[in-house]
Structure formats: structure tokens, C-alpha cells
């Protein structure tokens, strides 16, 4: 975890697998997460994530209608 505390405006991938793990109750890896950016999850230049933008992301994916 970075510094102590997860900025969920600006996640890494560990953190965003961590914080993604504890708050949905299923483990989530960090290749899950890099999968998601690779797939065209929102990430900063950096590579860093925004949980709100990422949750939306998912979302979008999920309500697809490829997906039902």
C-alpha cells in the first residue's frame, strides 16, 4: 500500500486490486486489473487508476449488449 493510505482518486494496480479485493469480497489479482486497462479501463498517464472512473468503466462493460 502506498504511504500508508489509498488515495482511491489515484490508485496504482496493487492498490486497486487490494481496495477491489476488500470491498467486494472476492480476490481480485493484479493481472485482473492490468487485463482491464489493457482492455481500455480509464487509467492517468502514470498508470494509475481512478476507482470512480474505473467503477463506471466496469459498469459500461458489464451492461454491454455482447455481455448479456
Not at 502506498?2 to 486497486?16: C, I, M, Q, T, Y
Request: aromatic share 2%; proline share 9%.
Amino acid at each position: 500500500m502506498s504511504e500508508g493510505k489509498l488515495n482511491p482518486l489515484r490508485l496504482s494496480v496493487p492498490d486497486a486490486a487490494l481496495l477491489l479485493t476488500k470491498a467486494g469480497g472476492q480476490p481480485v489479482s493484479e493481472e485482473q486489473v492490468r487485463e482491464a486497462i489493457a482492455a481500455g479501463a480509464p487509467t492517468y498517464p502514470e498508470g494509475n487508476l481512478n476507482l470512480v472512473h474505473l467503477g463506471a468503466w466496469i459498469l459500461r462493460e458489464l451492461t454491454k449488449p455482447e455481455q448479456r
